[in-house]
């Protein structure tokens, strides 16, 4: 870690159509930042913006060189615009912050107070989370807990992509290249000496969620795939459980038969057991091909991103993709 005077921090920023937000989160970060005195960077990460984001990035980054653009040629996800960021910072320290100033960010100052203590990870917790509904809320706590129990890695209970890294920990997230991407259990697995700051989740400053409910769910599945293998052990828990099952019931219809009951004669029974394994089998299928999809998404080697223009780095030695 260097010295106060000497202190490059980089905010990395994911953009999607968030033009109504840019102009109130450029003010907000440089008040913060001249208020620390620290030299720093913003980093956009453009992530195929359908408005004005991109064109008005530039015009921000012509006016002030400390605003950075790194404009993918297509939409490539959230988790993405985030690694391509951590490639892209050039600081000692790297916030990671969404655009859309739910997470404030006056809150930097915490975190990098934190920093300077000796913690390489500060990641932040919702202590409170206005404007939200109570599915929302539910759904999310309930995501974080679920997670907890079928890992082996501690990723922090009620925290979000909202966090600083220190430098060293960022050059070790950037050989992570898996596809199907979960910031912020990378960030947990990687290890180093971690804590956690509180804070108050504002509601949304302007526009709409970038994460509806079919992607909130995908988000979870690539969680629970890249850090568990619990769903596939499901599979060979329900088989022995289904197994014991048989040789009850077998038992069962064996005494019943000759103690002269009918009660399980006709079809009824036969089919009602025959469609319960169906499905059961089917939802293990499906559960095996999301496994193996991700491993046919890593086997082709394509690159995570692809930077269509990029505005304010000078140097040659551009990121590996």
């Not at 690539?222 to 828990?237: G, K, Q």
Request: net charge negative; aromatic share 10%.
């Amino acid at each position: 870690m260097t010295e106060a005077a000497s202190v490059t921090l980089s905010i990395i920023v994911p953009i999607y159509n968030e033009e109504q937000v840019i102009p109130e989160l450029y003010k907000r970060i440089t008040d913060v930042m001249d208020e620390i005195g620290v030299s720093w960077e913003l980093v956009c990460v453009n992530d195929g913006s359908r408005d004005r984001s991109a064109a008005m990035l530039v015009d921000l980054h012509r006016a002030d060189p400390r605003v950075k653009l790194v404009d993918f040629s297509r939409n490539f996800g959230h988790q993405i615009a985030i690694t391509a960021g951590l490639d892209y910072a050039e600081g000692d320290a790297v916030v990671i912050i969404d655009a859309d100033l739910q997470d404030p960010p006056e809150v930097i100052a915490e975190m990098l107070a934190r920093w300077r203590e000796g913690y390489e990870v500060v990641y932040a917790v919702r202590a409170d989370r206005q404007g939200e509904s109570f599915f929302k809320l539910w759904t999310a706590n309930a995501f974080y807990r679920l997670l907890r129990s079928i890992t082996d890695v501690n990723i922090p209970l009620d925290a979000g992509d909202f966090r600083l890294m220190d430098r060293q920990v960022v050059l070790t997230m950037r050989t992570l290249r898996e596809n199907h991407r979960f910031m912020r259990g990378l960030s947990s697995w990687v290890g180093y000496k971690q804590i956690g700051v509180e804070y108050q989740r504002a509601e949304r400053f302007a526009g709409e969620t970038k994460y509806p409910l079919r992607k909130m769910l995908r988000l979870t599945t690539d969680a629970i795939t890249s850090f568990s293998y619990v769903p596939l052990r499901m599979a060979t828990w329900f088989g022995f459980s289904l197994a014991i099952i048989s040789l009850i019931g077998i038992a069962i219809t064996i005494g019943l038969r000759l103690s002269g009951n009918n009660a399980f004669y006709g079809q009824a029974t036969t089919l009602v057991a025959v469609l319960f394994l169906g499905g059961i089998q089917l939802i293990f299928l499906g559960i095996l091909g999301e496994y193996l999809g991700r491993i046919y998404d890593e086997v082709k080697g394509r690159p995570l991103y692809i930077v269509a223009h990029s505005h304010g780095f000078e140097r040659t030695d551009q990121p590996k993709v």
